[in-house]
């Protein structure tokens, strides 16, 4: 049990009886008050310091500004992408390559039910090899403004019977969230694009043209 926890229990147990005891011995001079306030703002105070303290150690949320840039950028890329301007892919973001030799002109493209925000781009290129490239590329990932890029997997792709397989690799991820805001909450109803899912999941075919793609999606 971390020390939030306890403080909190410890403030919610220790009003809770006062409460019953102020109730029922009709005790509530204005001393006993200064002291009941100063009590507990003591022990808001540890708590406040702890989450100061205790905050270095944690992943920080990205500034607004940070993540509409990103979402600049990867709106910028997918329109350049559509326009087959294949140079909007940055080799850092390249992730993995890998090369299938089909043994038939027809290749077909076997997808998961659900691909968690992965595009698919093909790039046909005239040229006498045999050999379909399929590379992986990745932006920077956010959830809640928070960088989740290291606990994503990367998709399997996997080639048989003359079939590209793309499984996209279930993530599962625990975190606990401290809000250190002192904002009044509002019941303004709106939804902030910044706290959704953010980044580009690019699958880049590089195809030689006398194959023929058979593909029920994608771009």
Request: a negative charge; proline letters at 3%.
């Amino acid at each position: 049990m971390s020390i939030v926890v306890l403080i909190t229990i410890v403030q919610a147990v220790f009003i809770i009886l006062l409460g019953v005891f102020m109730s029922k011995f009709r005790i509530w001079k204005p001393k006993r008050t200064f002291y009941f306030v100063l009590i507990y703002a003591l022990c808001g105070l540890v708590a406040f310091t702890y989450l100061l303290i205790a905050s270095k150690d944690m992943q920080q949320a990205e500034s607004k500004d940070v993540i509409l840039q990103q979402i600049a950028e990867n709106e910028a890329m997918t329109e350049r992408l559509q326009k087959r301007d294949f140079t909007a892919l940055k080799q850092e973001q390249l992730q993995f390559t890998k090369t299938f030799e089909p043994t038939a002109e027809d290749v077909t493209v076997n997808r998961d039910a659900v691909l968690r925000h992965i595009h698919t781009v093909i790039n046909w290129v005239d040229t006498p090899e045999d050999t379909i490239t399929a590379s992986y590329y990745e932006t920077p990932i956010y959830i809640k403004r928070i960088e989740m890029t290291p606990y994503v997997k990367q998709p399997d792709i996997t080639f048989e019977n003359n079939t590209i397989f793309i499984r996209d690799l279930e993530s599962r991820v625990k975190t606990k969230t401290i809000n250190m805001s002192l904002e009044m909450i509002q019941e303004e109803k709106w939804t902030d694009l910044t706290d959704g899912f953010v980044g580009n999941r690019i699958l880049y075919l590089n195809v030689p043209k006398q194959f023929n793609i058979i593909d029920s999606g994608g771009w």
